[in-house]
């Protein structure tokens, strides 16, 4: 148990269905991530929400929403997927200085959400 | 964002010290090098971090040149369930990148 759940743990859904990945962290942290992994390839981080701010990723598609209420839940809303978006979805948390520091704080990560779309 | 190679996958036997290396030449002045172990089904999990020198914890050592243009993992005495994806993560704050990763396999 690393602190960090994800719900569900696998997910399959057509192309047409809306759906969404639920994240939270008891760690009291205060940024968390997106990552997509898929085979064959490195880590992707998708989002980063840090002190309360959301970092844009604009190489990230639309059909990936991402919403962080508070500083313990993170959601990855899902639509109009392809059959390419099919991967591991993970979640982290940290705890990350301010600004203007290199720092880099020990992420925490969650068991991931393996997703098919079909 | 620095860019960063590794190698695919290594070998190795039981019992012998694991070194594997990562290359990171456009690393910024603020960047940390941290190392990442992952199990399959598994997230990620922190293995060590380091700014320059050497570190060491009670499962690795990370050793970095002076022009920490490159970093290096050592596993001390593996075993069989060392046998993990060895990733290399160079960057600070909200500015960060994970290499390919290292496929390690253990023999007995």
């Known amino acids: 148990e690393t602190g960090v759940t994800q719900t569900p743990r696998h997910l399959v859904m057509g192309m047409t269905n809306k759906k969404s990945l639920k994240c939270e962290q008891h760690?009291?942290?205060?940024?968390m991530y997106w990552y997509k992994q898929s085979a064959k390839k490195p880590l992707e981080l998708m989002f980063v929400?840090?002190?309360?701010?959301?970092?844009e990723n604009n190489s990230v598609p639309s059909r990936f929403s991402p919403e962080c209420p508070n500083s313990s839940h993170l959601f990855l809303h899902l639509h109009t997927l392809q059959p390419e978006d099919s991967a591991l979805y993970l979640c982290?948390?940290?705890?990350?200085?301010?600004?203007?520091?290199?720092?880099?704080?020990?992420?925490?990560f969650g068991p991931g959400t393996r997703l098919t779309v079909t | 964002l620095a860019k960063i190679t590794q190698p695919i996958s290594m070998d190795s036997y039981e019992g012998q010290e694991v070194n594997i290396t990562c290359s990171h030449n456009?690393?910024?002045?603020?960047?940390?090098i941290t190392w990442y172990q992952q199990f399959p089904s598994q997230g990620p999990r922190f293995i060590i971090q380091?700014?320059?020198t050497k570190v060491t914890n009670e499962v690795a050592s990370l050793f970095i040149p002076a022009d920490r243009k490159s970093s290096t993992l050592s596993l001390p005495r593996v075993s069989l369930s060392d046998t993990a994806v060895y990733y290399c993560?160079?960057?600070?704050?909200?500015?960060?990148?994970f290499g390919p990763g290292t496929r390690l396999s253990v023999l007995p």
């Open positions: 929400y840090s002190l309360e701010e959301r970092v």
């Open positions: 456009n690393i910024a002045t603020n960047d940390y």
């Open positions: 993560l160079v960057g600070g704050g909200q500015n960060f990148v």
């Open positions: 982290a948390s940290s705890q990350e200085r301010p600004a203007g520091y290199g720092y880099l704080g020990e992420q925490y």
């Open positions: 380091g700014y320059k």
């Open positions: 760690l009291g942290h205060n940024a």
